[in-house]
């Protein structure tokens, strides 16, 4: 079972939530064990989560995220949490997607865009496209894992 770490925006404004219950939805849908992102779209954890020390959430995160596989994001809405988690994960030579609404390409930051990492996969959606998005980097990343220490000649 492949295990994501998702993330996405955790201020509640209530735009982009039917999205980030959309994208785990999928993620699950498509086998994937998901190690951190349900206190985004889970009030209860999320006061939970608030009254934790940030050092200690911190840990946590970093820690949830060497244990993934890969890392999906909904970019969007700009987030010093989400921007930090993003280049963690690169770090770790961690696969990342980064979901971008469609039409709002133009307000993610260069520091995202210009990124050279092989690693990083942004992707434009819509609702509709979003199912397959997601099939097709879990598709990808469960063929990584299986090519993963093999000699090919």
Known sequence: MLKVYFTALTSYDGDFHFHYREIIRL???????ILS???IINQKLFNRD???KKT???????KLIQM???VVAEVTKPSHGVGGEI???LTQTKPVLGLIYNGNENKISP????NPSDNLFLESYTVEQ??????????HINNLKKRKGKLIV
């Open 27 to 33: 993620l699950k849908k498509n086998g994937c064990q």
């Open 37 to 39: 992102g349900t206190q």
């Open 50 to 52: 608030a009254k934790l």
């Open 56 to 62: 200690d959430i911190f840990k946590r995160e970093t």
């Open 68 to 70: 993934a596989d890969c």
């Open 87 to 89: 280049v963690f994960a």
């Open 111 to 114: 520091m995202l865009t210009g």
């Open 130 to 139: 979003l199912p397959y998005k997601v099939r097709d980097f879990i598709k």
